[in-house]
């Protein structure tokens, strides 16, 4: 049974956006997964390495004062990674649906992997730059800072479906969310939360040896020794839910897409003016 290709460029409600965003998921996840792992892997084991080796330094901090300079550099190593690799998570799930809107419903990984190759920079540069507002912002009353993060979250799917450089896309994300701000920033709020829902559920795995190993050092008497909680299997269970989470995160640039478009087709009539042009040439 063939299915319809999903409409992006079209006005939606937010649980239009839902139902979209979980229609195309489901429908799309094989390719999405396919892209990811041989796009985005390299850079989510760079993370899982770093987070490895924060959690270890830390580990070896417990008790100890929070100054050591391994343990500041392998909280650096953790940022740095953590930008990488949502560069690399970004431009995968952005150009995967550019690939499936151009191609009518299918996703061409030659494609996806060529785009992400040619926007990685900006989009580790748009990430640094917003990371550097929002936190200039959050430093400032923390209202400027939510202020700013919802039209820069918009930025990189300005680079992606517009091919806009990074100081023109935090120019246009602006102007996109103009009169619209409000809206935009419930729809982010609605999709994070249910993103961090379905990511929680891969962290239970955690919670439970972590207190299996509380109620066994209450027995033995060792609770006193924070550090006897973060055990080898601790980091081995711990670093395999942190890798599933940082998979399933890929869901909030799909919602994200969703919002632009609805935002764009509001802004701009795009989705309009194609399907017009497309029924002129079916005539």
Known sequence: MNHQPIRFKKERELGEILGAMFKFLRENYKDLLKALVK???PALILLLACFVFYSIETVGSLGASFNSGTTIISLLLLAISYMVYYAALNGTIYHSIKSYINNEGKII????ASGVKA?????IAISLISAILIGAGMILLIIPGIYLMVPLSMAPAIIVFNRKSVFDSISDCFDLLKDNWWITFASIIVISIIVYIVAVVFQIPTIIYSLVKILTSFNEGSIADPSSLLDTGYIIINTLSFMIQYIVYGMTPIGFSLIF???????????TYETIRNIGRKE
């Open 261 to 271: 478009f609805n935002l764009n087709e509001k802004k701009n009539l795009t989705g």
């Open 109 to 112: 990984f030659s494609e996806v």
């Open 119 to 123: 926007d990685f920079g900006k989009l």
């Open 39 to 41: 796009i985005a892997g």
